[in-house]
């Protein structure tokens, strides 16, 4: 997620300096915004020129203080441990000056428990992006217990700013707006394939098909209120006794796991890959990918 967040800065002609642990990591992080803007070249959305311009933005260190000591915005994408985020927010904390706003780009930690030690909790606040997140125009922007209106005001600017679309989340909660709704929707194609209703290529072409196509253009809400809210009474009234409402994850998924069957990164998942471990082989999966969610933007935007 890193990288693609410094990518999307990057675009936009912001100065980006991009920390991590070694060069090693921070090497594959270059190659990765290099791959990621090729593909935004063979969409016709960039030249090569301005590729070179994007990339020298960017600046790679493993020295923390140098990364942030002159930032106006740090955002954090560390791996989901309130530990490791915690002490590395005191440690942003430390080196950076009273106007830093400091985002995280936590997908269920509350930001005003690990980021309790920090001194600027004013300006503490999430920004959580979808991926590919250079890509996905929306970020959620979750307020801690302290965070001002000031930082949400220049948080939602400066994403603005970027071509992003900031979702105003007023309270912390686990797994924030968008992650509880498409769990929720999760839960019940487990459901419904470990009932054996649908083959795995069925469930996934009903939903990319029928509502996924259409939510590009009317959200959910949207959706109701063209139906008839009545409609939707009765329907919900009759469904909801049917739906899945588990609250733990279903065997089929479990079974997976131990079998070592974990998706595009194994090869084989609900679906088999001829992709593998290394990240050159599941690169052309994700590309492609890219490549459609790039030729939808293009289209919703015309």
């Not at 915690?86 to 430390?94: A, G, H």
């Not at 290529?201 to 029928?210: F, H, I, P």
Request: proline content about 4%; charged content about 25%.
């Amino acid at each position: 997620m890193g990288h693609g967040i410094a990518q999307a800065f990057a675009q936009k002609d912001y100065s980006v300096t991009v920390y991590d642990l070694n060069d090693c990591i921070l090497d594959r992080a270059f190659h990765n915004i290099e791959s990621n803007l090729s593909t935004f070249v063979e969409v016709g959305l960039l030249n090569a020129v301005r590729v070179g311009e994007i990339l020298s933005h960017l600046t790679m260190t493993t020295e923390l203080d140098h990364a942030v000591g002159n930032a106006d915005f740090v955002i954090e994408a560390a791996p989901e441990d309130l530990d490791l985020k915690r002490d590395l927010f005191s440690e942003i904390d430390k080196y950076t000056p009273d106007y830093t706003i400091l985002a995280s780009n936590t997908s269920m930690l509350p930001i005003s428990e690990f980021g309790s030690q920090a001194v600027k909790k004013d300006k503490l606040i999430i920004t959580h992006w979808f991926n590919p997140p250079h890509i996905v125009p929306v970020v959620e922007v979750v307020l801690g217990n302290e965070t001002s209106e000031e930082t949400f005001q220049r948080t939602s600017q400066v994403l603005k700013g970027i071509g992003k679309q900031p979702v105003k989340v007023l309270k912390e909660i686990p797994g924030f707006l968008v992650n509880r709704i498409q769990t929720a929707m999760f839960r019940e194609v487990l459901s419904l394939l470990e009932q054996k209703i649908a083959s795995p290529e069925d469930l996934d072409s009903a939903v990319k098909g029928s509502f996924g196509l259409r939510l590009g253009v009317i959200g959910v809400l949207e959706t109701m209120d063209m139906a008839g809210l009545d409609l939707m009474y009765k329907g919900t009234k009759h469904l909801y006794k049917f739906i899945d409402n588990s609250i733990k994850p279903q065997r089929v998924l479990e079974e997976k796991i131990d079998k070592g069957e974990l998706g595009l990164k194994s090869g084989k998942g609900f679906f088999s890959y001829e992709s593998g471990p290394s990240s050159e082989q599941r690169d052309p999966k994700l590309k492609e990918r890219d490549k459609k969610l790039l030729k939808i933007l293009k289209a919703l935007a015309s």
